[in-house]
């Protein structure tokens, strides 16, 4: 029963945040919240690490779907070494095409990075963020969604954190979109 704890625990480090404390977060470290694609994987390889032989951690991390990849070293630094011309060049114009016969790795290099990718999303450093809009229940707002001039008894500045029994639907951005989207595109722009 300790996997129930686990579980609860891995729920909790789930980050839900009002879109003014997001905002706050971005002011904060807007380097990282604006990073593109390329930048996150290669923040990503170096948040693993790598290993004297110029291995990188995270092929060497157990997972019980995805084994660790032996072997490889010269194929994981030509990962990084793209991932850094991209950063170098501001954007990725390109795909990085992994070529090699059957059982040369192609496929649990690729399964490693993504699991990487889904740890490395948990971390502070890694962490992504999308947009939900949350409607609450009628008798939570008494009919007031901004279509009425009746005031709300309930007043809050975000419905981010109201409980789950108050919530009536949410809408979640299919696309997984960036919050900055959220913001006109000339006050973005600024």
Not at 154 to 183: C, Q, V
Request: proline share 4%; charged share 30%.
């Amino acid at each position: 029963m300790d996997w129930i704890k686990q579980v609860k625990i891995e729920d909790v480090s789930d980050k839900i945040l009002s879109f003014e404390k997001y905002m706050d977060t971005f002011q904060k470290f807007p380097q990282r919240e604006c990073r593109p694609s390329c930048v996150y994987f290669k923040d990503m390889f170096d948040f693993f690490g790598q290993n004297e032989d110029g291995s990188f951690n995270l092929f060497k991390k157990e997972h019980p779907e995805t084994p660790a990849v032996q072997g490889q070293e010269e194929t994981q630094r030509l990962i990084y070494r793209n991932l850094t011309n991209f950063t170098e060049e501001g954007f990725n114009n390109k795909f990085i095409l992994l070529v090699g016969p059957n059982g040369s790795s192609k496929t649990s290099l690729v399964r490693k990075i993504m699991r990487a990718g889904e740890e490395y999303s948990h971390c502070d450093e890694g962490a992504l963020y999308t947009f939900s809009w949350i409607f609450p229940m009628d008798n939570y707002t008494k009919g007031t969604l901004g279509f009425s001039n009746e005031e709300r008894k309930n007043k809050l500045d975000t419905f981010a954190y109201i409980e789950e029994k108050d919530i009536s639907a949410i809408l979640t951005s299919e696309l997984k979109d960036h919050p900055l989207l959220l913001i006109p595109i000339d006050q973005r722009r600024e």
